[in-house]
């Protein structure tokens, strides 16, 4: 367990540094495309699992159906949606610095917007773990109503950096 965190720590600082001395010209279109990789997959998470609640919540805790839930929950957590945003900040953050020096309204106020999605990325961690343990007091109405979030932060971040209205 302790190996596979030096190992994640160690590629996380290879890119990184790959990142800080690649040519800005030839890279740019290339970062890009990457980051809109990343972010599709995250975003692909952060609409499907409160969806997935919506039908746990529907389940008997201990049934078949509740225990492959958590399952898929754990795994689309895990292998798809940390990995995913882990590397959307971390192209994005490059775009910004070497497209923007960080600078410009419609930046500053998507990277807010993308702070939203990050908080409702721990908020559905935590309802992972909660579920996982036969503990999830939330009515599938509170999961509805959560799976809207995350959409309408998307379509402001999608016109924030495409029209950059400000
Ligand atoms: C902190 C995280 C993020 C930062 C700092 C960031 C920053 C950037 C920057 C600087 C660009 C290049 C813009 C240009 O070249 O005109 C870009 C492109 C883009 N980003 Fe992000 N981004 C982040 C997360 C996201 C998220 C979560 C989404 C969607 C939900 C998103 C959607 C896009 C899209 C669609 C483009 C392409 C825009 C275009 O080429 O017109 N980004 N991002």
Do not use: Q
């Not at 190992?7 to 290879?14: E, H, V």
């Amino acid at each position: 367990m302790r190996m596979k965190g030096v190992g994640s720590a160690a590629i996380c600082l290879a890119l990184l540094a790959a990142l800080y001395f690649a040519d800005t010209d030839t890279w740019y279109p290339w970062i890009k495309s990457a980051h809109l990789v990343a972010v599709i997959s995250w975003m692909a998470g952060l609409l499907y699992l409160p969806r997935l609640f919506v039908y746990h919540t529907m389940e008997a805790p201990g049934s078949p159906a509740s225990e492959t839930f958590k399952i898929m929950e754990k795994r689309l957590l895990r292998y798809i949606m940390a990995p995913a945003m882990i590397a959307t900040w971390l192209f994005g953050l490059w775009l910004a610095w070497r497209g923007f020096a960080f600078g410009g309204g419609w930046l500053h106020a998507k990277t807010a917007a993308v702070g939203g999605l990050t908080a409702v990325h721990v908020y559905l961690g935590h309802a992972v773990g909660n579920f996982a343990a036969d503990a999830s007091p939330r009515s599938t109405r509170h999961w509805r109503i959560v799976n809207e979030i995350p959409t309408l932060l998307m379509i402001a971040i999608v016109v924030l950096v495409v029209v950059k209205p400000f």
